[in-house]
Nanobody, 120 residues
C-alpha cells in the first residue's frame, strides 16, 4: 500500500519562501508521475503541480512562476519549492500520484499533509 509522508510546511508572511518534501514508499516510484495537491478548509482539493517519471513538469496557473516541483528518484522523494508565497496559498499540502489531466488519479492512500499558512 502506498505510503506518503509530507514535511516542510510552516507559517510565513506574504512574500516568503518554503520548501516542501515528500518521501514515498510502497510504490514503484521511478515509474510514477507525482504531484502536489492542496486543500483549504471547506474547499475542494486542488492539483498544484506535477512532475512525470522523466521530469516533465506542469503547474496550475495560480502558482506558475512561483513554485518549482522536482524529484529525486534515488531517494523516492518529491519536492515543492515555493517562493513569493501569498495568503491564498494557505492550505494543507499533500503529495501523491498525479497526472496532468482531468482525473489525476491519486492513490487512495494519502499522507498526513503539511500545513502552509501565509499571513499578509
Amino acid at each position: 500500500q502506498p505510503q506518503l509522508v509530507e514535511s516542510g510546511g510552516g507559517s510565513v508572511q506574504d512574500g516568503e519562501s518554503l520548501r516542501l518534501s515528500c518521501v514515498a514508499s510502497g510504490i514503484t516510484f521511478r515509474t510514477n508521475s507525482m504531484g502536489w495537491y492542496r486543500r483549504a478548509p471547506g474547499k475542494q482539493r486542488e492539483l498544484v503541480a506535477t512532475i512525470s517519471h522523466i521530469g516533465v513538469t506542469n503547474y496550475a496557473d495560480s502558482v506558475k512562476g512561483r513554485f518549482t516541483i522536482s524529484r529525486d528518484n534515488d531517494r523516492s522523494m518529491v519536492f515543492l519549492q515555493m517562493h513569493n508565497l501569498k495568503p491564498e496559498d494557505t492550505a494543507v499540502y499533500f503529495c501523491n500520484r498525479a497526472y496532468w489531466r482531468t482525473n489525476p488519479r491519486p492513490y487512495d492512500t494519502w499522507g498526513q499533509g503539511t500545513q502552509v499558512t501565509v499571513s499578509s
